[in-house]
């Protein structure tokens, strides 16, 4: 039985994890950590997380930026795992993050979907094929109106992905308004959408003279990053220290 406290218990996905793990039988969350304590929860929840008092095996992180760097922290000094599933990090709290993979394991990933990390291979093989032909790369994400970061941690890694396989000679272009210029050939341009309801969507397009290859992945609800979440926690909290994302947890190594 793997004891998770879940950091962030009481937003959208802490609550969808929470719902998830209700129905596994090798899995039980033991508390909650959440500056929000307004939703009743059937395991004790902390504001302070110095403040808890139960044991558990691993965290699962669904939280902001700015609260991971005292969670590594607290990590460190009870020398916890933490599946680090918050986007729109900046190089300092990565930093921080990388460093204190020498001490505990941590799983990093932008996306804690199946389907989205087979997508970051295929992206790979198509990458190096497409572009030996010239195609062109464009990357179009689209997700609800109160997301904050922009462009989505899942995008990058899908341009991060391509630029890896392409030996890494490609820069991103975000905004097409800036400088009025015909598009490099080396370049992925990298597009945001924000509204409505939508979960997450994301559409890779090699764009060649007379056709078009596109890869999609669209999630239609948030289980299936809740799952990824559990089953990442599962993984981990059989790792002592080292860095870690959702390629380990679908190969188990």
Avoid: W
């Avoid at 505990?104 to 190096?128: E, H, P, Q, R, T």
């Avoid at 109160?146 to 995008?155: E, L």
């Avoid at 598009?183 to 078009?212: C, L, P, Q, Y």
């Amino acid at each position: 039985m793997t004891r998770i406290i879940m950091h962030g218990c009481n937003g959208k996905m802490g609550q969808v994890i929470s719902r998830i793990v209700e129905d596994d039988k090798d899995a039980v969350i033991v508390a909650g950590i959440d500056v929000n304590d307004n939703i009743a929860n059937p395991y004790p929840v902390f504001t302070d997380m110095n403040s808890i008092d139960v044991e558990g095996d691993v965290i699962i992180d669904f939280s902001t930026a700015k609260a991971v760097p005292s969670l590594i922290d607290y990590a460190k000094s009870k020398k916890l795992p933490v599946v680090l599933c918050t986007t729109g990090l900046n190089d300092e709290q990565l930093n921080i993050v990388n460093e204190a993979s020498k001490e505990i394991a941590i799983l990093l990933s932008a996306n804690m979907s199946l389907g989205v990390n087979l997508l970051l291979n295929l992206v790979k093989k198509a990458a190096k094929t497409l572009t030996a032909a010239n195609f062109d790369i464009e990357i179009i994400e689209k997700h609800h109106n109160q997301k904050i970061d922009a462009p989505s941690g899942t995008a990058l890694a899908f341009a991060d992905s391509i630029n890896e396989s392409l030996n890494n000679e490609y820069s991103y272009t975000y905004d097409r308004t800036i400088v009025k210029a015909k598009r490099d050939s080396k370049e992925i341009g990298i597009h945001s959408v924000r509204g409505g309801t939508i979960v997450g969507e994301h559409s890779i397009i090699f764009a060649g003279k007379d056709e078009v290859v596109e890869l999609n992945h669209n999630a239609l609800s948030k289980d299936i990053f809740g799952v990824g979440a559990v089953n990442a926690a599962k993984f981990l909290s059989q790792k002592s220290k080292g860095m870690y994302d959702m390629q380990n947890v679908i190969e188990g190594n």
